[in-house]
């Protein structure tokens, strides 16, 4: 199982950045696929997750209204639109993939990409 983000990057308040995972090593209907991020000296927290097989998306509150989930099917992408950046934002940002029904705890994640960091400036 392989999960690769991409798309962090330096970007002032009220910026946007669009993250991209891509999916190789596994069944992908089987699967929902998270966000998750974390700054420095905080614990890892969840962003967004989508269940692949229904498209059925869930936020976090910190990041509802202003980032969107999606998947590509014909990429094999879990991609993150977000929009309204702020400060409080700045963090490492990793996908993850889990076979389990509960969305947004970390210990319920199988396998995790390297993350990629996203930085917003003041």
């Known amino acids: 199982v392989q999960l690769q983000a991409s798309g962090g990057g330096l970007v002032q308040t009220g910026g946007s950045l669009r993250l991209s995972c891509a999916l190789s090593?596994?069944?992908?209907?089987?699967?929902?696929f998270g966000w998750f991020r974390q700054a420095p000296g905080k614990e890892r927290e969840f962003v967004a997750s989508?269940?692949?097989?229904?498209?059925?998306?869930y936020y976090a509150d910190s990041m509802k209204g202003r980032s969107t989930i999606s998947r590509d099917g014909a990429e094999k992408t879990v991609d993150l639109q977000m929009n309204s950046l702020k400060p409080e934002d700045t963090a490492i940002y990793y996908c993850?993939?889990?076979?389990?029904?509960?969305?947004?705890?970390?210990?319920?994640?199988?396998?995790w990409g390297q993350g990629t960091l996203v930085t917003v400036s003041s």
């Open positions: 993850a993939a889990s076979d389990l029904p509960v969305l947004n705890s970390v210990s319920n994640y199988h396998s």
């Open positions: 090593g596994l069944t992908v209907l089987d699967n929902v």
């Open positions: 989508i269940t692949w097989r229904n498209g059925r998306k």
